[in-house]
């Protein structure tokens, strides 16, 4: 077997030290780079759910816009009742008002609504000084008043 002098030894063993301390810095740098990656991964992930929650609610908003600006079906029907001093009487908690109120969706806000406790009968209308009790089709309102829903 051949013996290695001292100073050989020493070399080997300093080679060996620099070959792991180089394989260390290897590793480190690999992991390094991978965890850079993984973060990148992550903040590209959190930017598209980002994205897509903005894109979502920009999309939302405009549906809502579109829907607030276009006028209701019965806008023209409603401003006309209101015009020949036509009022509705009800009560807020109603069901009876609030199906009146759903039949004109968002046109009601045109007609003369107003709250009064105390009615027998609920909505109640009063058309030239008469009371119609009780939910009106659009086809009596129109008789009454010679208004046109169509």
């Known amino acids: 077997m051949l013996k290695l002098s001292k100073r050989d030894r020493m070399n080997t063993l300093a080679e060996r030290d620099r070959h792991r301390s180089l ?3 290897e590793e480190r740098k690999s992991r390094d780079m991978m965890l850079a990656n993984d973060k990148k991964r992550r903040r590209t992930r959190e930017l598209k759910i980002l994205g897509s929650i903005i894109l979502s ?3 939302l908003s405009s549906i809502f816009v579109y829907f607030r600006s276009t006028p209701g079906q019965y806008d023209n029907f409603a401003k006309c ?3 020949k001093g036509a009022v509705m009487y009800g009560e807020d908690w109603c069901k009876y008002t609030n199906a009146q109120k759903g ?3 968002k046109s009601f806000k045109y007609v003369n609504y107003q709250v009064k406790t105390g009615l027998n009968k609920r909505p109640t209308w009063v058309i ?3 009371s119609y009790e009780t939910v009106q089709s659009f086809d009596r309102l129109a008789d009454l008043t010679g208004c046109k829903y169509n």
């Open 81 to 83: 009742l209101t015009e």
């Open 103 to 105: 039949m004109f969706g």
């Open 57 to 59: 609610l920009v999309i």
């Open 128 to 130: 030239n000084g008469q």
């Open 23 to 25: 394989q260390q810095q």
